[in-house]
C-alpha cells in the first residue's frame, strides 16, 4: 500500500446521495485505475487514467464518473449511488500501461443503504 | 472474456505444507501474473511471467506457465501461518488493448499453525 491513500477508507450512504472517493499517489506513476471486488466476481474495472485529463472507461463504468486534474490524484465519483455499488473500491497505479505490475492501494468499502 | 479463474477456491493446508494454485485463462496472454491479497488490504504483486517463459521463481514462490494449455500454477513451499491470504491471478489479452487486465476470483490459502 505503499505510495497510495484512498479516502474515505469506509464510508455509508443513502440511495441517490452522490459519493466521491479519493485515491492519492505520492509514486509519479502516470497511469491510474479505479477497481470494484464484489464476491463472485473477483475484481472489475471501473475507469483508468492515462495522464492529467485523459481518463476512459473500465467494464463496468456505468453509474460512475472520474476526474484527474493532478497527476496524484484520481477522483471516482457515484453520481447518483445505488445499493448494486455497495462494494470495496480500490485504486490501482502503475508505470507501465495496463498490462505491467500494478499497485493497489487499501481500498474503500462502501455501503449504500 | 478471458478471464482468469482459479482453483481451488479454497485450501487449508498445515504449516510447513506446500500449496499449489491453478490459474487457467481462455485466451491468448502476453503477461500473467500473480496477486496476493491478505484480509482487508489491498492487493501485492507477487511475480509476473511472460508467454515466452515456462517457469519463474521468487523466494519460496514458484510460477509455471504452459500457454498451450492456457494455464498457470503458484506454488509455496514450506508454507507460514503469514501466507493466509488470498491469491489472483491476473492476465491480460493480446487481443484487448489498453489496460484490460483481468482478474479471477481467488482462491483462498489457509495456513493453519
Known amino acids: 500500500d505503499a505510495g497510495i491513500t484512498q479516502s474515505p477508507r469506509h464510508k455509508v450512504t443513502e440511495t441517490g446521495t452522490p459519493v466521491t472517493l479519493r485515491c492519492h499517489q505520492t509514486e509519479n506513476h502516470r497511469y491510474m485505475y479505479w477497481y470494484r471486488q464484489d464476491p463472485g466476481h473477483g475484481l472489475r474495472l471501473i475507469h483508468y487514467s492515462y495522464g492529467v485529463k485523459d481518463t476512459d472507461k473500465g467494464e463496468v463504468s456505468d453509474g460512475y464518473s472520474v476526474s484527474r486534474s493532478k497527476t496524484e490524484d484520481f477522483l471516482l465519483t457515484l453520481e447518483s449511488a445505488t445499493s448494486s455499488q455497495t462494494s470495496v473500491y480500490f485504486c490501482?497505479?502503475?508505470?507501465?500501461?495496463?498490462?505491467?505490475?500494478?499497485?493497489f492501494g487499501p481500498g474503500t468499502r462502501l455501503l449504500v443503504l | 472474456s478471458q478471464q482468469g479463474e482459479e482453483d481451488p477456491q479454497a485450501l487449508s493446508i498445515q504449516e510447513g505444507e506446500n500449496a499449489t494454485m491453478n490459474c487457467s485463462y481462455k485466451?491468448?496472454?502476453?503477461?500473467l501474473q500473480w496477486y496476493r491479497q491478505n484480509s482487508g488490504r489491498g492487493l501485492v504483486h507477487l511475480i509476473l511471467?511472460?508467454?515466452?517463459?515456462r517457469e519463474k521463481h521468487s523466494g519460496r514462490l514458484r510460477v509455471t506457465l504452459d500457454t498451450s494449455k492456457k494455464s498457470s500454477s503458484l506454488l509455496i513451499t514450506a508454507s507460514r501461518a503469514a501466507d493466509t491470504a488470498s491469491y489472483f491471478c491476473?492476465?491480460?489479452?493480446?487481443?484487448?488493448?489498453?489496460?484490460?487486465?483481468?482478474f479471477g476470483e481467488g482462491t483462498q490459502l489457509t495456513v493453519n499453525p
Open positions: 490501482a497505479i502503475s508505470e507501465v500501461f495496463g498490462r505491467e505490475t500494478q499497485y
Open positions: 491476473a492476465t491480460d489479452g493480446q487481443e484487448t488493448s489498453g489496460s484490460r487486465l483481468t
Open positions: 511471467i511472460r508467454s515466452n517463459e
Open positions: 485466451t491468448s496472454i502476453n503477461n
